[in-house]
């Protein structure tokens, strides 16, 4: 009877995982393996890495914060984040809108191990580095943040400013 439960749990999973779609598809947090998806979001699309004007760095820290916490852009610009996690925990950097960001932290509450495949996304391991190349072609106040259960309602967030 046991097998049978973790059976039909484990289709259940599948299917629920299968419906939510690629970015909960399965365990880690890595980034994709192909061709960058270039979709545009509320926040920008994924840049290209030749169109870099600056790199932000930004240190991830097991204080559940990020350094610098606030960041400013210009509307069009490509931005390269230069993510390193001084801490001992793994972090990610997740760009988005409040909404956004507050959706996919309630999302990775239920299926911590989900995968991230999205451009706007990047795990980082302890003591590692990663980068996110973005192209904000939208004004606004956005956010980032670490999604990763405890972390974001621990604090571990911060904000774009897009102007013209």
Not at 38 to 59: F, S, Y
Not at 102 to 122: V, W
Not at 130 to 159: E, K, S
Request: aromatic fraction near 6%; include cysteine; charged fraction near 20%.
């Amino acid at each position: 009877m046991t097998n049978r439960r973790h059976a039909l749990q484990t289709l259940a999973s599948t299917a629920l995982l299968a419906a939510i779609g690629p970015a909960a598809a399965g365990p880690g947090h890595d980034k994709p393996h192909g061709p960058v998806k270039k979709e545009q979001t509320d926040w920008g699309i994924a840049g290209d890495a030749k169109a870099v004007k600056r790199t932000v760095q930004i240190t991830m820290l097991d204080a559940m914060r990020f350094s610098p916490d606030s960041i400013a852009v210009r509307l069009g610009e490509t931005i390269r984040f230069s993510m390193q996690n001084a801490g001992t925990l793994s972090h990610e950097l997740v760009i988005g809108t409040k909404a956004k960001l507050d959706e996919h932290a309630a999302m990775m509450a239920k299926f911590p191990g989900m995968e991230h495949d999205e451009p706007y996304m990047a795990h980082v391991g302890p003591k590692a580095a990663g980068d996110i190349v973005w192209t904000f072609n939208r004004a606004g106040n956005f956010g980032f943040a670490c999604l990763i259960p405890g972390h974001y309602q621990a604090g571990m967030v911060g904000n774009i400013s897009v102007t013209a």
